[in-house]
Nanobody, 115 residues
Framework: QVQVVESGGGLVQAGGSLRLSCAAS????????MGWYRQAPGKARDLVAS???????NYADFVKGRFTISRDNSKNTVYLQMDSLEPEDTAVYYC?????????WGQGTQVTVSS
């Protein structure tokens, strides 16, 4: 059984930084897609950033230059370094992995940015 667990959320002032982590566990290896999404109250869930097994990354325009996604394949873990945070970044952040054509989601971690 595959489990995906996020950590690292919290409350931070505008301009500050947070680092999110997402670890996948179970009988899983060679994960292709790993991504971060976010959902603010009353809004749709949006892709924030993704990284594939070869290391190629993709970012939403609203985080380019501020967020950095990375992964540690030996630990089945993906990270999201978030700098220059803005109140508009406040949301629940979810991790998704794709393995053997199936998507697995974490439970989400709250990020709140105060002005």
């Amino acid at each position: 059984q595959v489990q995906v667990v996020e950590s690292g959320g919290g409350l931070v002032q505008a301009g500050g930084s947070l680092r999110l982590s997402c670890a996948a566990s179970g009988s899983i290896f060679s994960i292709n897609f790993m991504g971060w999404y976010r959902q603010a109250p009353g809004k749709a869930r949006d892709l924030v950033a993704s990284i594939i097994s070869g290391g190629s990354t993709n970012y939403a325009d609203f985080v380019k230059g501020r967020f950095t996604i990375s992964r540690d394949n030996s630990k089945n873990t993906v990270y999201l370094q978030m700098d220059s945070l803005e109140p508009e970044d406040t949301a629940v952040y979810y991790c998704k992995i794709r393995w053997r054509s199936r998507d697995y989601w974490g439970q989400g971690t709250q990020v709140t940015v105060s002005s």
